[in-house]
């Protein structure tokens, strides 16, 4: 018997409140590249694992530090002067020992430095990966303890601490069309048109009643920006752009403020959010994991949230990581799958050294539609997050194949 | 006119939640040691700006990275095979000029090694600062941008970022206990008769229904613990003492279970939660900041929460901590001021650029006592929260002093 | 008048002693990898210096550490576990003023790890330079005081400091042939056709009367190197290769001992000198400039040596390197140019913040041919020491255009 | 039978030459700090070892790069802005195997770290090493073959590599006075009256014929200097005190000259060679192991000189270390015991693998006094060098006794 509950939320659903806040940190945002990095590292770390021995080895990699570089940027172009600092913490398993009794190596900061120059390369259009990062690697080997715990060799993992998740469905108008308007504006398509854009890219939405006003900080790309005039003209293309998103998106009315601390006055660089690379990593912004977007990709003041860094944990045992992931899965599944639910969250906590699948405890927060009861839906739901948890180990699987966001 | 709204809350306290989750991560935990050191430092040198220059310049120091050491703890005795490594970056004004033309230099480097050298010191009893640690400052110097919204002559600092803070008030019963625990077990007096006891410890509550909860993961001093027997009596005796503080803070069932992690059947240090200096940091837990407790020392995934690090950065105008810790003192103010209110909580967001005082928004959401109406109350609400923005630079005074937490 | 001195050898040339040691550091070992990095960062400076303020800016980047990786090594194959760590320190001029006013960044870290990174690539065929290395940068500004010195308009810069540098001609045959065998080893068309052969060699050269002992230390490169019979065979072909090349270069008798630490009792990788990059940097063995090989590619305890480390200091006003390069460029101009010169060691000491045209002294000692006195010479090669004195600066030009050995 | 020769010098000793240059770089100069660091981690070790095991295990920790920190000195006061940056490497045993089949770890980064600062704390005397340094250690295992060598069950150890060391004695009157002068101004007794004087300290001395020219440049320590007419007094005094010494030393005439790049015309602190530490390591001049002074303490480049760091390498089997440490003692005990011995020098030269005490050869250079000759004395100085090599295990007694100077 898991210890699974059903219960009628209380709570309001944020759509209904009359104030809403909701906030999405950008890919290019110094703590959304921190978080990007860890879980890259985690997942080829994992891969890597599974290719050579079998299955996930331990790690833990939720803990990069980036410290800003130092940057010259100009109109039509502009250098780098100090590159990006990267370092990469965390422990992660360097040794395994095959049946046969063979030891083998595994290359671990090898490894995890060659993830995350590839996650940069990959993210970071205008980064100069090669002179313009400096990624170190301190990743260490873990206490003996933490490995016991891992590699019993139970169908089910223990937990490794004790720790919840939590997660919510469906996203209100104002969490949907922040998410949007990030997910556009770093888009494949939309950079090919508009290069001048870079990635950090932060979206703050107020709703207030029917009113979203969207809050936009934009790094631009200084060699796609020849002067002041340009900029402004890029501004209000962004603006147009924004603008037909939303009106396709939600009813309400919408405004878009976008790189509001722009000085006009000035009649260079110093007066506008210019970048050489595209992240404000490169001077003057340092960044590290679990303080962005929470695995929804969203931050969420008026929904309930978890302190725990999704990203570069590890997948098996790891319950900040695995609940979160999981209530969301649960939560999206539920909404999708049950008939009359308006809205559910719902928080799932471990005990340290407990099987993940049997949780200290996982409710949920249900608001139904108008006529549907929670008892009518209890088993329903019940159900669904049954199955969940005693397919607990798919999480895994789908982290390795790429398959679930974490930031 | 300031944008101050005050609206009936829809949502229901946390306390009236079936199930109700709260965490406190410990003085000693990894990221609370890191939350600490950015706050010791922003202080530090806040105070050595006023002194030199009559007032506080720009600094933001709320990236610290901490590396786990290495420890070989042994019942009875252990030592350290690497030392805790403490990365401080962040960006400081590291010159000022003065009206008379001199230009004199800051020694931020030295000041924040120093800074978090004396608060490692008086926070972790058993760490040896000197050979233990080895703490690096990569604080650099900000970009010009920023140092020039901040040195604007106004009397009241404009916004450094789009950013919202938030508070609420009181605490609920579990609340109130999961804080308490923490602080006692951490606490001058309790350290002299239980010095086996370190600063590592970290208190999750769950509360379902009328029943308690409390998972406590504490770090032994390995000096002080002699043997197995020795261990199991002194987590009896702390079992005790939890009892003895939970019977005084609530009428509510409390069960305590205390380091649930440890396997009885090993007769030797593996089997339990032994530390040479006290904290997990020494080996294998990193932390950083912003990962822990948010600024009312607790992580409440049933409240409304910010996902800002409030320490380490700088009490003038950075709104992700100075509307943080003004909606603690405004929620509490009201709360004590004003008959009738029986929970309060308040989103504070701000614009960049614009007067801090002048936010984009300050609502609250207040659930009346019974035989009370928002209407009632609004009028005293609004008004110390307008004398509160008004005042708003008093948080930097606070802050200065000493006298606001901020984990 | 320069402190020119032409004095007759009372010392016996390092070819007519009965013992003669004579070693090189190939440029694949860690030493000279740094003695490398460190020239390498320096030209590059100076040329960015150049085109941008039409002249060489003041910079010292004779520091930079090798921390060896780690790696694991298998006939046929292997990996690297942990990247080699370089650690780039000394200081540099990170700004300049133009005349009009304008105030123009360089950007000294991006620069010097480029500049790094690419030497590394160049020379280090089989080293992985994207994950196998982390180029960290250090570099600061130098002192004010320095600078000062640096910048003054003078034509002929001053000395920064008190320092003598020294050189000699002609080679010994031990000192030629030990210098050729590296070369030969580490020479592009040797390498086309023996990949196995890694870029770290060491030559250590003894001659006891008239017979030398090449003892040579060569990094194999594993996944050229297919198991333990390709090895041998592989030193037999090195062997023959050296033999050859001996017989043509001197008519003493030559012996060659190479990987005499090899165990060939051992049937895997531990008994043998196996490498997957060519270096012993990947495992073992750090390296830092000025340890290795004097400026004239040898290191020779018979001989008059200088400890300065010519690599990285500028070429404008440090005459630990100036004085150096100008040594050995005398003394084989005038061992060329002077007829009746057998041997000719020099010696030339700088005083600080005199002209660099203006040593404390510059004194020649010249052993004669038979039948020649040095009275008959000192005129001649007085003049070739004058000239080279007066045209000092051009040292900096040759260095520019890479013709100038310094390990 | 040992490869001993002994042969007469051909070459003139140094003192007999008409110019001759020696240096030393004080105790205090940032390649001495390093130097000194590198012994003091080894010594420490290595008693560590004893301590623990009974016998030394392997380690080499001849690699610590010192970056330079920033100041602000001022005259009567300034101010540490960055602190010293010391990054200890090389590699050490860290885990040991009892007979008993017990695994012990040895802390050695711990060690490491404790080592160098209180090395640190004792031998600069105003450098503040709480705040003022940063010591980070990155010392790594040691390939595994390397430890093989070392663990071989022999009396005599190995050698590790194939590598020569050179001594010579007796000190020419030139020497003698360079290593004096500044031996004295280092003193504790000179340091108790003349506090000012900082602890880096470069003499530079020529003999031209009968005339010494000796160049010091001395570090003042800004807080006991109040201005400028203090220190050209301060100048003026240590110039009587190193004039009553050369009258005391030697017969020659000598000329001194301190800190002869200073600006007299400067009315501040930028004409003049101040520091807030006594040693230039603050601001300025980084440093590293094996670029200064030869284990006699002296840089000589009229004398055989051997390119290997001493400090820090391990005392059992790294012929860079003992056979320098070696040729320093036969040397010494030679001129002292055997009659007609004017002056010898020595050359040692191992051949890896090979037992230390067997060297490929160990050859004497001497000069007798009129009316002796070599065949007269060979014998008796083939017995002392083969006594030192029988004996050659009691270097690693006398190192860990701290009886051997390295710099």
New interface residues.
């Given amino acids: 018997m898991r210890n699974i509950?059903i219960?009628k939320a209380?709570?309001?659903i944020a759509a209904?409140?009359?104030?809403e806040?909701v906030?999405r940190k950008g890919i290019g945002h110094p703590d959304s590249i921190s978080d990007g990095i860890a879980e890259a590292v985690s997942r080829t770390l994992s891969r890597t694992y599974k290719e050579k021995v079998g299955h996930v080895l331990h790690h833990n990699t939720d803990?990069v530090?980036l410290?800003?570089g130092?940057s010259?940027p100009k109109f039509g172009g502009g250098?780098?002067?100090?590159?990006i600092?990267i370092?990469l913490?965390?422990?992660a398993a360097?040794e395994f020992t095959l049946p046969n009794g063979e030891t083998h190596?595994?290359?671990?900061?090898?490894i995890a430095?060659?993830a995350a120059?590839k996650f940069l390369d990959e993210t970071i259009i205008n980064l100069d990966i090669?002179?313009?990062t400096?990624?170190?690697?301190?990743i260490?080997q873990?206490?003996?303890?933490?490995r016991?715990?891992f590699q019993r060799p139970n169908a089910i993992p223990s937990a490794n601490d004790?720790?919840?998740g939590?997660g919510f469905y469906p996203l209100t108008e104002t969490e949907n069309l922040v998410l949007k308007t990030e997910e556009l504006l770093n888009s494949k398509d939309f950079k090919k048109d508009h290069p001048y854009v870079g990635e950090d890219i932060?979206v703050?939405g107020?709703r207030?009643k029917d009113e979203i006003?969207l809050?936009i900080?934009s790094a631009f790309v200084s060699k796609y920006v020849d002067d002041v005039d340009a900029y402004l003209n890029m501004k209000d293309e962004i603006n147009n752009i924004v603008a037909d998103l939303a009106a396709k998106e939600t009813d309400l009315s919408v405004e878009t403020l976008i790189n509001?601390?722009d000085d006009e006055t000035k009649k260079d660089e110093?007066g506008y959010y210019l970048t050489v690379t595209g992240t404000s990593a490169e001077?003057?912004d340092?960044?590290?994991?679990?303080?962005?977007n929470?695995s929804n990709g969203l931050?969420t003041?008026?929904r309930?949230?978890?302190?725990e860094?999704t990203s570069g944990k590890n997948p098996i045992n790891h319950v900040g990581k695995i609940y979160n992931l999981l209530s969301n899965e649960i939560t999206r599944e539920v909404y999708s799958d049950v008939e009359g639910v308006k809205n559910i969250d719902m928080?799932i906590?471990s005990?340290?050294?407990k099987p993940i699948d049997q949780p200290?405890?996982a409710?949920a927060?249900i608001q139904t539609e108008d006529g549907y009861t929670i008892d009518e839906i209890e088993e329903d739901v019940t159900r669904i997050i049954d199955r969940w948890l005693e397919n607990i180990t798919d999480i895994k699987d789908f982290m390795l194949e790429g398959k679930l966001r974490t930031l």
């Fill in positions: 509950k219960e209380v709570q309001n209904n409140d009359e104030i806040i906030e803990e530090q410290t800003a130092e010259d250098q780098i002067i100090k590159p600092q370092l913490t965390g422990r360097n190596k595994v290359g671990v900061d090898y430095i060659e120059k090669d002179y313009g400096v990624v170190e690697c301190k260490g873990g206490s003996a303890d933490l016991d715990v004790t720790s919840f939590v932060k703050m107020l207030e006003t809050t900080a509001t601390a110093s001077m003057g340092d960044g590290s994991v679990g303080r962005g929470r931050i003041p008026n309930p949230m978890s302190m860094a928080v906590l005990q340290i050294g200290r405890t409710t927060h």
